[in-house]
């Protein structure tokens, strides 16, 4: 239907020029704008040497788990990645180019990067829907409650938050999460009010870019210090340092 609306619109436009001194180059310019637009969609999806960010460090971590890398999982899409990619591919019959697109993200079991290539159109799902102030308020609630775990750990954290944004059994913006009463003991005392460095930040960013080492989940409680039986009783997924993550 795009299509056609496009040519339509372009028809009327290369009708209309001459009268209105408009050459057919503005017009092909701007379809060109578009097309190149929807394409840098695609193409900031597919991850290949030289790319960053949370997707980054998923793709490492699984072919780290599996035996391909052996690199840090840094989320820097070197030559040792591109290498466990190409050896990933091969084993699964892929094309072995060291790009990360659809057919890899797919074998890789990735499949909200998998459905995001298959929806070039759509609004990406990452930081950019969130404000600046979602991000420090994010970040302010990583280090509160986990300024002593790991890196992976505390990306975790903010992946629980992010989650329970998406799930309609609580509220639906990072500050709702935050806020609710009885959610976070940092916010019960006080300890949300702490500064965050800037690894809160950045484990802040790359929970809100998708990366989420909990596998979907929607708790997270040290057990050592819980006293909820309810929390208890939920099931776990994994542990990461001091704290188990739950559904």
């Known amino acids: 239907m795009k299509k056609f609306l496009a040519i339509g619109a372009l028809t009327l436009a290369l009708s209309g020029a001459a009268a209105a001194g408009i050459t057919a180059v503005t017009v092909s310019r701007a379809g060109d704008a578009a097309d190149t637009a929807q394409t840098a969609v695609v193409e900031a999806a597919v991850l290949r040497q030289g790319s960053r960010g949370g997707e980054v460090k998923e793709v490492q971590r699984r072919l780290k788990q599996w035996g391909y890398y052996s690199g840090a999982v840094d989320g820097i899409f070197g030559s040792g990645t591109k290498k466990a990619v190409i050896s990933f591919q091969k084993k699964n019959g892929l094309t072995a180019d060291g790009i990360v697109g659809k057919a890899t993200y797919a074998a890789l079991g990735m499949n ?3 459905n995001a290539l298959n929806r070039p ?3 990406p799902s990452g930081s950019s ?5 979602d991000l420090y308020l994010l970040a302010k609630c990583i280090y509160a409650e986990g300024r002593g775990e790991s890196y992976t750990g505390q990306v975790a954290i903010g992946a629980v938050i992010m989650n329970r944004v998406k799930s309609p059994s609580f509220p639906n913006s990072i500050s709702g999460v935050i806020y609710q009463p009885g959610a976070f003991t940092a916010v019960s005392d006080g300890q ?3 500064e965050p460095n800037q690894t809160a930040y950045d484990a802040a960013r790359d929970a809100m870019n998708g990366w989420d080492p909990s596998y979907g ?6 057990p050592a210090v819980a006293t909820s039986a309810w929390i208890f009783n939920r099931q776990t997924v994994t ?5 188990v993550f739950a559904i």
């Open 121 to 123: 159109g759509s609004k």
């Open 129 to 133: 829907n969130y404000t600046s102030s």
């Open 192 to 194: 949300i009010n702490l």
């Open 239 to 243: 542990v990461i340092g001091k704290h």
């Open 217 to 222: 989940c929607l708790y997270y409680y040290n």
């Open 112 to 114: 909200d990067s998998y």
